[in-house]
């Protein structure tokens, strides 16, 4: 009975030294959680102006400019995969990854070949230890994605697309597969075309007495395209990352609230063993005193 009651209490001291480690990453990603939602709040503004003002040049005018144009024969696509560095987050990583193997069926369905590029550690594991080619890898910044990171990225897929497919292993289009922040409870996987771009401005009619709004373009469209596009790319891919490191501390912080509840149940529950195994062996002893007593008093 005393072995038993040493393992229970040794469990309980286990048990106690994880649940200050869970609770300790639950308020540190409380923490960071906050300062992720202000950079999403401060950078979808202008990622939507500028979709928007990079959709009008594309509408209102008559250029064909290769990343907005869609190509007829599309053989290759690029597929942007955003995850975390670093696991004890839930779902989050492994939902994104599903999310993009649907993806990846669909183009493979559709006649087209997905070319990966991988953002984060977790997806990087997963395609290596599956022996699974990519073309490019970034990590080392999930949690606290810079301007910088997302630039280089878009560098690298604005000269993708660019290239030919057939001869310089170039791709026709660039998906991301990322997670949208909604709330602290709610996160949801979302794919977005980034390249060609998709043509928002001026889809609905207007209404009642409004009109489109005429633009002017200096020194010409194309310029005014050339110098767009690039922004479009970076600010579109920085809001992404932003978008997905805020999931991500929603869901470390959901994560480790609900291992420490766990770890609180576990102690509660190995304390009443304790308890239960404690009163057992003091009943034992008193009955084997007792016992004892008894058989002294007979003898006499």
């Not at 839930?90 to 990846?104: D, M, P």
């Not at 994605?145 to 030919?164: N, S, Y």
């Not at 600010?235 to 912080?253: G, I, T, V, Y």
Request: a neutral charge; proline letters at 3%; hydrophobic letters at 40%.
């Amino acid at each position: 009975m005393g072995a038993q009651i040493r393992v229970y209490r040794q469990r309980i001291r286990s048990v106690s030294a994880t649940k200050k480690i869970t609770r300790a990453m639950e308020l540190m990603a409380a923490a960071r959680v906050v300062k992720a939602q202000q950079a999403v709040r401060e950078s979808t503004p202008y990622a939507r102006a500028i979709t928007r003002a990079v959709s009008a040049v594309a509408t209102f005018s008559n250029e064909e400019h290769l990343l907005t144009t869609e190509k007829e024969k599309v053989t290759r696509a690029a597929v942007v995969i955003i995850t975390s560095d670093r696991g004890l987050a839930g779902a989050y990583s492994s939902s994104v990854l599903k999310e993009s193997e649907r993806l990846i069926a669909r183009l493979r369905e559709e006649g087209k070949e997905a070319v990966p590029y991988l953002l984060g550690r977790k997806a990087l594991g997963y395609f290596k230890f599956r022996q699974r080619p990519f073309a490019a890898e970034w990590t080392g910044d999930s949690e606290k994605p810079t301007f910088d990171r997302a630039r280089e990225i878009g560098e690298r897929l604005v000269a993708d697309f660019l290239l030919d497919t057939e001869s310089e292993g170039g791709v026709d289009e660039v998906h991301i597969v990322y997670s949208r922040f909604v709330s602290m409870v709610t996160q949801e996987p979302e794919v977005i075309r980034l390249l060609p771009l998709e043509i928002v401005e001026g889809t609905e009619a207007p209404a009642e007495g409004d009109l489109f709004p005429l633009y002017e373009f200096e020194p010409s469209v194309e310029d005014v395209l050339d110098a767009l596009l690039p922004k479009y790319v970076t600010s579109r891919l920085f809001n992404c990352m932003l978008q997905a490191a805020a999931s991500e501390l929603a869901a470390r912080q959901r994560a480790m609230k609900s291992a420490t509840d766990n770890a609180e149940e576990l102690v509660k529950k190995y304390t009443r063993l304790v308890n239960q195994a404690r009163q057992a062996e003091i009943t034992q002893e008193i009955s084997e005193i007792v016992g004892g007593a008894s058989a002294l008093a007979e003898s006499k």
